[in-house]
């Protein structure tokens, strides 16, 4: 059965320094895997995804994951945070042969000014 | 480009009264649509998903229901609503190689 663990409930960087948010997935089969944004009371946005290409996947906001199948991982990672990245992330997996996604906890990204 | 609405934004009901909300897509034909609930400090949980008119999957047991009366109408509803379906509830639908799009939510408070 396919799962999403994120490994941080909470991460606080200082602005202009690196992000990483961890994710470690498992599933029986190669997955697709998605990072989604969310900021106080809106919707999620979809950050980036894996879908079996490249597995260093560039999304928007300067934000890029690398898929390491030997680690079960998708981290995701950005050179330089701004204020504006404050928001509560999350990542998912699609389940084999489904419709449906599996997202994990959430973790909520601070930055200091 | 693909536009999906949800509406009402906010929403206070009191306890034992109807909900319904909608949820309605454009730009696309034939999509899967899905309604999640993101109760307070915790994750998205799937409450239903359809792949097409009147082809409803329900993936928790609850006083709430789904039904899709058009291809890109959802509607989530409710005959008497409880205080633990106070929430955020996402509508979402999905795209290529399931790519799942959501909408903006609706903020839910049963007093």
């Known amino acids: 059965a396919q799962s999403v663990t994120q490994l941080d409930s909470h991460v606080s960087v200082s602005e202009g320094t690196p992000v990483l948010l961890r994710c470690n997935y498992s599933?029986?089969?190669?997955?697709?895997l998605f990072w989604y944004v969310q900021h106080p009371n809106k919707g999620l946005q979809l950050l980036l995804k894996y879908t079996s290409a490249a597995t260093l996947v560039k999304g928007i906001n300067g934000f890029e994951a690398e898929f390491k199948k030997s680690e079960t991982s998708f981290h995701l990672t950005k050179p330089s945070a701004h204020m504006s990245d404050a928001a509560e992330y999350f990542c998912?997996?699609?389940?084999?042969?489904?419709?449906?996604?599996?997202f994990g906890s959430g973790t909520r990204l601070l930055v200091r000014p | 480009s693909q536009t999906i609405h949800q509406w009402p934004a906010t929403l206070v009901q009191p306890v034992g009264s109807p909900l319904s909300l909608e949820c309605t897509v454009e730009?696309?034909?034939?999509?899967?649509l899905y309604w999640y609930r993101q109760a307070a400090g915790r994750g998205l949980q799937l409450l239903f998903y359809s792949v097409g008119i009147g082809q409803i999957s329900s993936e928790v047991p609850q006083n709430l229901s789904a039904s899709r009366p058009q291809d890109r109408q959802f509607i989530l509803s409710s005959k008497k609503l409880l205080l633990s379906d106070s929430g955020f509830y996402l509508c979402a639908w999905g795209g290529g190689r399931e790519t799942q799009y959501f909408g903006p939510g609706t903020r839910l408070l049963v007093l």
């Open positions: 599933s029986s089969y190669s997955p697709s």
């Open positions: 998912a997996v699609k389940m084999d042969s489904s419709y449906k996604l599996i």
């Open positions: 730009g696309t034909s034939n999509p899967n």
